[in-house]
C-alpha cells in the first residue's frame, strides 16, 4: 500500500483512496474516518464505490459512535439501491448490527429486505446466511411484539379500572348533591317554620302588651273613681 500511494502521488483521488485503505486496514480509526469522509464528499464517483467507502465509515465508527455507524450502513444500503446493485451483505449486516443494539423492528425490516434481494437474485448462498441470521430477529421481534401487547392490555386494563372509578366517583358525588339538596331544603323548610312562629310570638307579645295597656287605663280609671268616691264622703261627712 506504500508503494502504490507513493506511485500515485500525480493521482490526488486515487492517492487518496490508497491513504484512507491504509488507515483501514492499520485500524486507524480516526484517521480513516478523516479520509473516507474526504473521499464521499469528492464528486463524479461511481455509486459503487460510494456504497463501498460509506459501509467502511459505518465499520470505523463501530465501537466509536453508534448513531454514525448506523447512519453511514443506512447511505450504504441506500446507495446501493439507488445504483441497483442490490447486495444482501450490507442489509443483513445493517440488521445484525441493529439486533445487537437491540433494535429488533429495524433488524427485522432490513434483514426483510435482504431476503427479497436474495430470492430476486436467487442468490443461494447469501441466502443460505440471512436464513442463519433471521430466526434470531423474528424471536426477538416476537418477544417485542408480545411485550407490547402485554403493555398494551395492562394500559388499556388500568384504563378501564380509571374510568370505572370516575364513574363511580361521579355517581357518588351526585347522590352527595342530592343528599346536601335535599338537607338544604329541609333546613330552608325548617328555617321558614320558625319565622312564621317567631311572626306568631311577634303579634302575641304585640296583642299582649295591648291588653296590658288597657289593663292599665282601667286600673288607673278605676283608682280615680274610688279615691273620688273616698274625699265626696269626706267632705260630706
Not at 93 to 102: D, K
Not at 135 to 147: G, K, N, S
Not at 154 to 175: D, E, G, P, Y
Not at 186 to 191: A, D, L, T
Request: net charge positive; with cysteine; charged share 20%.
Amino acid at each position: 500500500l506504500s508503494r502504490a500511494i507513493d506511485s500515485t502521488a500525480a493521482w490526488p483521488r486515487s492517492r487518496l483512496v490508497y491513504q484512507a485503505y491504509q488507515a483501514f486496514r492499520q485500524e486507524k480509526k480516526e484517521k480513516g474516518i478523516q479520509l473516507y469522509r474526504q473521499l464521499v464528499q469528492q464528486s463524479g464517483r461511481e455509486q459503487q464505490e460510494l456504497a463501498s467507502d460509506y459501509a467502511t465509515l459505518s465499520l470505523l465508527y463501530e465501537g466509536i459512535k453508534t448513531d454514525s455507524a448506523n447512519y453511514f450502513l443506512q447511505l450504504a444500503a441506500a446507495t446501493e439501491e439507488v445504483a441497483s446493485i442490490k447486495k444482501t451483505a450490507t442489509l443483513t449486516r445493517l440488521a445484525t448490527q441493529y439486533f445487537e443494539q437491540g433494535n429488533a423492528s429495524e433488524a427485522s425490516m432490513y434483514i426483510g429486505l435482504a431476503l427479497e434481494n436474495a430470492n430476486f437474485f436467487g442468490a443461494r448462498q447469501r441466502k443460505l446466511q440471512i436464513l442463519n441470521v433471521l430466526p434470531h430477529i423474528e424471536r426477538e421481534q416476537q418477544v417485542l411484539l408480545t411485550a407490547k401487547y402485554r403493555q398494551f392490555v395492562l394500559f388499556s386494563l388500568l384504563a378501564v379500572l380509571l374510568f370505572m372509578l370516575m364513574c363511580i366517583l361521579f355517581i357518588r358525588s351526585q347522590q352527595q348533591k342530592k343528599r346536601i339538596e335535599s338537607q338544604k331544603q329541609k333546613i330552608f323548610q325548617q328555617s321558614k317554620i320558625l319565622a312564621e312562629q317567631a311572626s306568631a310570638l311577634h303579634t302575641a307579645n304585640q296583642e299582649l302588651e295591648t291588653y296590658s295597656n288597657r289593663l292599665q287605663d282601667s286600673e288607673e280609671i278605676k283608682n280615680y273613681y274610688i279615691g273620688h268616691y273616698f274625699l265626696a264622703n269626706f267632705s260630706y261627712t
